[in-house]
């Protein structure tokens, strides 16, 4: 059994920056595959970026090069950096953790409002 709590999300304005953060308890944080997922009002829950067990990433195209996943498997925490934001980044944020093996896990979720 994985929680999964994520903090960081707010109000910046367009080019702005913010850093997701998701914490998970339980163990073997490592082995999980870890995902970013946004959705924003009357649209489907998207993958935003993921990072592997083995730290290799993958970024949807609407967010390459402004977006970095990252993941500190000693503090069971992964991390999204979102630099030069615009307003369709506007969405509820969700950390997932994902395993063949364990299960699917889901946090609560984190709003980030990009407006002026």
């Known amino acids: 059994q994985v929680q999964l709590v994520e903090s960081g999300g707010g109000l910046v304005q367009p080019g702005g920056s913010l850093r997701l953060s998701c914490a998970a308890s339980?163990?073997?944080?490592?082995?999980?595959?870890m995902n970013w997922f946004r959705q924003a009002p009357g649209k489907q829950r998207e993958l935003v970026a993921t990072s592997t067990s083995v730290a290799i990433t993958y970024y949807a195209d609407s967010v390459k090069g402004r977006f970095t996943i990252s993941r500190d498997n000693a503090k069971n925490t992964v991390y999204l950096q979102m630099n030069s934001l615009k307003p369709e980044d506007t969405a509820v944020y969700y950390c997932?953790?994902?395993?063949?093996?364990?299960?699917?896990?889901w946090g609560q979720g984190t709003q980030v409002t990009v407006s002026s």
């Open positions: 339980g163990s073997m944080f490592s082995i999980y595959v």
């Open positions: 997932n953790a994902r395993s063949t093996r364990l299960g699917d896990y």
